[in-house]
């Protein structure tokens, strides 16, 4: 269901500890720097295996988030914003990480942008909480969504590269 | 981008609407009704509803609209839900959902294509006001599952009643995905209907989500037959009724709260619910028959069967499962929480602020 080189970047990425969602107040706050840490880490790690792939910061509350992500395909670099909310049941349900520009171009999302993960997902997250934080959500929800659906995109045109449609207009 | 080819469409499409909006205003339906009527004249609009009193199967049916509904979600199931509570007069309902009218809808019933575009709360509101304008309506064009606009949400469950400053009577979740349905009731686990067809197999290529009006109809005229039965106090209310279309397989039991509710409040309430239940005199158990074990005549090379794990290797792996009737199960289990043994893949704390760590993660 996971394949071993996802596998292995999870055993990597620091487990959390506490069990708390945007509305319990001061054990929010630890919840929130362990979220940071982990992905501070997580980070790292990736930049270790020369596989950076994405840039994530909150709102001071740390209830919204957003950043950047990429993917490279044959040597070329596609960028897309990244958004999503901490919903009232985090962390007993996941993040919904969305690429609201992507919205409409793949059958593989949801309203507003959503990525529709597979079905180990949700039953994956479910058996791990609260160990599973948002940098876990990153590696196994959005980091597969990509390999998958960029290159695909790609393929059907829905998607150009940024470089050759400006060398189109000029 | 639109083109101006699209754009003079749309202008076409939108005037023509005008007009039609223009043209219904006119022959407004019908005036409000002070009082629900048992008359039967084609012009009574509660007279077949009124007639159930008549044929005793409701004893006060005008009590329905001393009654607030919230119907959370107005897709396939949740517009239909609230269609036909407006058709039985009800009180009040609130309505929420973020979403927008699409024409990918269309395959299910309430929402018509000139409605594309428009919020499903506010399409929703103008056809269920046109049908019977009797009916008090709140809608809420947003996502519950946020931090403000849960606080919003649990403020409208709490003083949403009739004349307000009182609950509503029901919450109806009507929603298409796990979140806002956890968000809802975290205590009942997910469950599932089997439908013989191994889920896995469920072809996903380029799909997220399919449905019929057929099923979400059916689903639709179940919830509310039970809202109706709960709510005026005739036949039997169902805790549970699963529905698998494949074989028209309707399983059914009693829903207990879930012991291991992520809510502790939720929790607590059990707990003392146990307490008061542990005060009463207790019923005598029959004995449960033991099967008897097949022993097979013959087996010289003494073969058995063993399971690959035992049964303490399976209770830790899945938790506690709840008792479910035949032909329903948990959609996912969860391991049984055992003390943390191994910490070194845990998070190490260290004494940094989060305007630190906030800082430190944006100069990676």
């Not at chain 2, 009643?161 to 968000?183: H, Q, T, W, Y």
Request: with cysteine; proline share 4%; aromatic share 8%.
């Amino acid at each position: 269901m996971v394949d071993e080189a996802t596998k292995k970047t999870l055993a990597q990425i620091p487990l959390l500890k506490t069990k708390a969602g945007p509305r319990d107040g001061e054990q929010w706050v630890q919840r929130l720097k362990e979220e940071y840490l982990s992905l501070i880490q997580y980070v790292k790690n990736n930049k270790d295996s020369d596989n950076d792939w994405f840039r994530l910061e909150s709102n001071k509350e740390g209830t919204r988030w957003f950043g950047k992500c990429w993917y490279i395909h044959e040597l070329l670099k596609y960028e897309f914003d990244v958004e999503f909310d901490i919903p009232v049941t985090y962390p007993t349900t996941a993040v919904e990480i969305a690429l609201p520009e992507l919205d409409g171009k793949t059958a593989k999302m949801y309203r507003g942008g959503k990525i529709c993960l597979t079905d180990h997902f949700k039953p994956l997250w479910a058996r791990n909480v609260p160990k599973f934080g948002i940098a876990h959500a990153m590696a196994l929800g959005l980091g597969p969504w990509l390999a998958v659906e960029i290159p695909d995109l790609i393929a059907r045109g829905v998607i150009t590269h940024k470089s050759s449609e400006n060398a189109v207009k000029s | 981008m639109e083109t101006v080819e699209e754009l003079k469409k749309r202008i076409a499409n939108l005037e023509k609407q005008l007009a039609e909006s223009l043209q219904t205003k006119n022959v407004s339906s019908r005036g409000k009704i002070s009082a629900m009527s048992a008359e039967v004249v084609d012009s009574n609009p509660y007279s077949r509803l009124m007639a159930l009193k008549r044929m005793g199967i409701v004893d006060n049916y005008e009590r329905i609209r001393e009654f607030s509904v919230a119907v959370v979600g107005v897709g396939g199931v949740g517009s239909v839900t609230a269609e036909m509570l407006t058709r039985c007069g009800i009180g009040k309902l609130i309505l929420f959902d973020y979403d927008k009218v699409e024409l990918a809808n269309m395959n299910r019933l309430f929402y018509q294509p000139h409605q594309a575009g428009m919020s499903k709360v506010e399409a929703a509101e103008r056809t269920l006001r046109e049908i019977n304008p009797d009916v008090e309506f709140e809608v809420y064009n947003y996502n519950i599952t946020t931090v403000d606009n849960f606080q919003h949400f649990m403020d409208r469950i709490r003083n949403g009643g009739i004349g307000g400053a009182k609950p509503v009577d029901l919450v109806l979740s009507c929603v298409d995905n796990f979140e806002a349905r956890m968000a809802i009731n975290t205590c009942a686990p997910p469950l599932v209907v089997a439908t013989n067809t191994d889920e896995k197999t469920l072809k996903r290529e380029g799909v997220c989500a399919a449905s019929l009006p057929t099923t979400m109809g059916v689903v639709a005229g179940f919830l509310v037959q039970n809202v109706l039965k709960y709510l005026l106090g005739f036949g039997d209310v169902s805790y549970y009724l699963g529905y698998n279309a494949l074989q028209d397989f309707f399983p059914t039991m009693a829903l207990k709260p879930n012991p291991q509710c992520d809510d502790r409040f939720c929790r607590t309430r059990q707990e003392e619910y146990q307490a008061r239940e542990a005060t009463r005199p207790k019923e005598e158990k029959s004995e449960v028959k033991k099967e008897e074990e097949i022993v097979h005549d013959e087996n010289p090379w003494e073969i058995e069967l063993v399971s690959e794990t035992t049964a303490e290797e399976l209770q830790a792996a899945e938790g506690d499962k709840p008792v479910l009737t035949k032909g329903v199960t948990v959609a996912y289990t969860k391991p049984a929480s055992s003390p943390d043994g191994d910490n070194s893949a845990t998070i190490q704390d260290n004494d940094l602020s989060i305007e630190e760590l906030m800082k430190q993660m944006q100069s990676l």
